[in-house]
C-alpha cells in the first residue's frame, strides 16, 4: 500500500490548478545494472562525485539530481548503491522518498539485491514507480520485464538503453503518470522535519546540511533545533538542487545553511526540526510490524529510520504489534515507517509503522491491543489519567522512568530530584551539558574534566532528571543509565550473573566506568553483590 494517497490537484484561488507537490525519487536495483547511468542519461548529471566511485564504477555513497518531467513537474533524484555491502546507505536514501524507479539489467535479470531493494521499499510503504529495464540495446529485454512483473506486480516496465537513449522520452512519460496522483508530504501545518544525511562547511558561509524534507517549509530566518543534540540553530539560507529559495516545502531535497552550529556539532543522523515538531529520542518504539515470516519474540535485528539505525529486541505485544527495544535512541514520530533487517546474516525482514514514539516498557494486553489497534486506525485516543500519573506519556516522564535507576543514590547524597516541570528553566550551559553527557553515552566526562562553569549546573540538570550522578564523581545521562540497566538486566537474566569483566565488554568501556556503575545499580537496589564479586538481580517484594 502507498504511503502517499492519490489526489487530484485543486485550484487556486484564480482556479488554475495549483502546482503539483515537489516529490523524492529513488532509484533501486542490483549493483551494475545501470542506476547511475540512467540517471545521468535523464537528468545529466553523473551522481557519483566521490573519485573512489568513479574508479571502481560503483556508487558507495548517496547521489543526487534533479528531473525535470515531460508536465515541467521537477523530482529530486536519490540514487542509491547497489552493492550488498551498502544496504544501510540505500535504506537511509529510501526512506525519504515518494515512489521508486527500479532498475534491472536486460542482460541479468532480477538479482538478489534487485529483491532485497523491493522488500526495503515495501517495508517503507513506498508503492508507486516504474521499473526500467537498461542495457536493452545488448540484450532482449522480455525476460527481465517478465521477471519485474513477478517480483513488482502492477509496475509499469520499460525498456530502455542509457548509451543510445532509447526509451527514455517513454520512462519519463511513465514516470510522469506515477507521480501525478500523488497527494505529497505535509508542507502547510506540519512542523519542519529533515533526516541528514550530509554535513560539509562552505568557507565564508559556514555549516551546511543536506537531507529529504519530510514535513513542513524551511525558510531563511527559522529557528531549529539540531536533534538529539539538543542545539539551536538559525537558517542562513535554502537551496533547492544548487538554487537559493525563500521557501522549500516538503517533499524535496534541500541543503540548509545553518548558523549557530559548527561542523563538529552536527552529524549525519541527526535530525533537524522545528522545535513544536516535539521530537525526543526514544529506546522503546511500540509498532505493527509487516513482514513475510513473523519474527521470534526476543530476537535481535537491525531497526533503520531516518538516516539512523540502532540494533534491538523485538518483544511481542499480541498480533501484529511489537514493541521495538532500541540499544541506541532513534529520533521517531507517530506514523514514520522503519525497515526492519536481520544481523547475521544481514537481510531484510519488512517494515513497521510507529504507533507510538513514546511507549513505557510493557506486554501484551487486551487494553494495549485495543489501544494500538486505535492508533493503527488515527482515531483519537481518550485521555489516561493512569499513563500521564506514571509520566509514560510526556518527554519528561519519559526521562524521569529513565532515571529511576539513580534515585536511591541521588537522595542519600543529598540531592533531592522535583518535577521537572517545577525546576527553574535551564541555562544554556546545563543544557550544552546535557548534550555532552548524551553524546558522551557510556564514557562520561568525570567532574575534575569539567570546566568551572558546568560543573556548577550538575544539580540542577540532576534536579530536572536530565543527568544521573553514578558514584562521586561521574554523571550520566538518563538515557544512558536506562539503556545501561537494560543491558545489565538482560546480561543476568542470561547468563545468571554479570562480572566486572562482563559490563566492561558489554559497554566497551573501561574497568572505570564498569566499577562505578556496577557499585551503583547496588546502591539503587537493582543488583546484588556476591562473596564472588559477580552480581546477581535483586530479589523483588511482591
Excluded at 112 to 133: F, I, N
Excluded at 345 to 359: E, F, K, N, S
Excluded at 387 to 401: L, M, V
Excluded at 427 to 444: G, I, K, N, V, Y
Aim: charged share 25%; net charge neutral; glycine share 10%.
Amino acid at each position: 500500500m502507498s504511503r502517499h494517497p492519490r489526489a487530484p490537484s485543486a485550484p487556486d484561488r484564480d482556479g488554475a490548478p495549483a502546482a503539483a507537490p515537489p516529490l523524492t525519487l529513488g532509484t533501486a536495483g542490483h549493483i551494475d545494472h545501470g542506476k547511475t547511468a540512467l540517471i545521468a542519461a535523464l537528468t545529466g548529471v553523473d551522481t557519483d562525485r566521490l573519485p573512489e566511485e568513479r574508479s571502481r564504477g560503483i556508487s558507495i555513497e548517496l547521489g543526487y539530481a534533479p528531473l525535470r518531467l515531460p508536465s515541467g513537474r521537477q523530482l529530486s533524484v536519490v540514487d542509491v548503491p547497489g552493492h550488498e555491502r551498502f544496504v544501510r546507505t540505500m535504506v537511509a536514501g529510501a526512506t525519504g522518498i515518494d515512489l521508486f524507479l527500479m532498475v534491472v539489467a536486460a542482460d541479468d535479470g532480477v538479482m538478489p539485491q534487485t529483491r532485497e531493494h523491493a522488500a526495503v521499499l515495501a517495508g517503507l510503504g513506498v508503492g508507486a514507480g516504474v521499473v526500467a529495464v537498461t542495457k536493452s540495446d545488448l540484450a532482449e529485454p522480455d525476460l527481465a520485464i517478465e521477471e519485474a512483473g513477478e517480483l513488482l506486480p502492477g509496475i509499469a516496465a520499460v525498456a530502455v538503453s542509457a548509451r543510445t537513449g532509447a526509451g527514455l522520452d517513454e520512462l519519463r512519460a511513465k514516470l510522469d503518470e506515477a507521480a501525478s496522483g500523488l497527494a505529497g508530504r505535509p508542507s502547510d501545518e506540519a512542523p519542519a522535519r529533515l533526516h541528514i544525511d550530509r554535513v560539509f562547511t562552505i568557507k565564508g558561509a559556514g555549516t551546511v546540511v543536506t537531507g529529504t524534507l519530510w514535513a513542513g517549509t524551511v525558510s531563511p530566518g527559522d529557528e531549529l533545533l539540531v536533534l538529539p543534540r539538543d542545539r539551536r540553530a538559525r537558517v542562513r539560507g535554502v537551496q533547492v538542487h544548487d538554487r537559493p529559495v525563500q521557501s522549500a516545502p516538503a517533499g524535496q531535497r534541500v541543503a540548509v545553511n545553518l548558523t549557530g552550529v559548527a561542523r563538529p556539532e552536527v552529524a549525519r543522523g541527526d535530525v533537524l526540526a522545528a522545535p513544536e515538531a516535539g521530537l525526543e529520542p526514544s529506546f522503546r518504539l511500540d509498532v505493527a510490524l509487516a513482514t513475510p515470516e513473523r519474527p521470534r519474540h526476543g530476537q535481535r535485528v537491525q531497526v533503520h529510520h531516518g538516516t539512523r539505525e540502532s540494533p534491538a529486541r523485538l518483544a511481542e505485544l499480541g498480533g501484529r504489534f511489537w514493541q521495538l527495544r532500541l540499544e541506541h535512541p532513534l529520533l521517531a514520530a507517530s506514523g514514520d515507517r522503519v525497515v526492519l533487517r536481520s544481523i547475521a546474516p544481514p537481510d531484510t525482514l519488512g517494515g513497521a509503522i510507529v504507533l507510538d514514539a513514546r511507549p513505557p516498557r510493557h506486554g501484551p494486553s487486551r487494553e494495549l491491543t485495543a489501544r494500538l489497534t486505535r492508533l493503527e486506525r488515527g482515531e483519537p485516543e481518550p485521555a489516561s489519567p493512569a499513563r500521564t500519573a506514571a509520566g509514560d506519556e510526556s518527554p519528561a516522564g519519559q526521562r524521569a522512568t529513565a532515571a529511576k535507576g539513580g534515585a536511591a543514590v541521588d537522595l542519600a547524597l543529598g540531592d533531592s530530584p522535583v518535577p521537572e516541570a517545577a525546576a527553574t528553566p535551564l541555562s544554556d550551559t546545563a543544557l550544552a551539558l546535557e548534550a555532552r553527557l548524551r553524546e558522551a553515552w557510556f564514557e562520561p566526562p568525570i567532574e575534575s574534566e569539567l570546566d568551572p562553569g558546568q560543573a556548577a549546573e550538575l544539580p540542577a540538570l540532576r534536579q530536572a532528571g536530565r543527568a544521573v550522578r553514578v558514584g562521586r564523581a561521574l554523571h550520566y545521562h538518563p538515557d544512558a543509565v536506562a539503556e545501561i540497566e537494560r543491558r545489565v538486566v538482560a546480561a543476568i537474566e542470561r547468563e545468571g550473573s554479570i562480572t566486572l569483566a562482563g559490563l566492561r565488554d558489554e559497554l566497551q568501556t573501561s574497568r572505570k566506568f564498569a566499577q562505578a556503575l556496577l557499585e551503583h545499580f547496588d546502591a539503587a537496589k537493582l543488583t546484588r553483590r556476591l562473596p564472588s564479586d559477580e552480581r546477581v538481580l535483586r530479589a523483588r517484594r511482591p
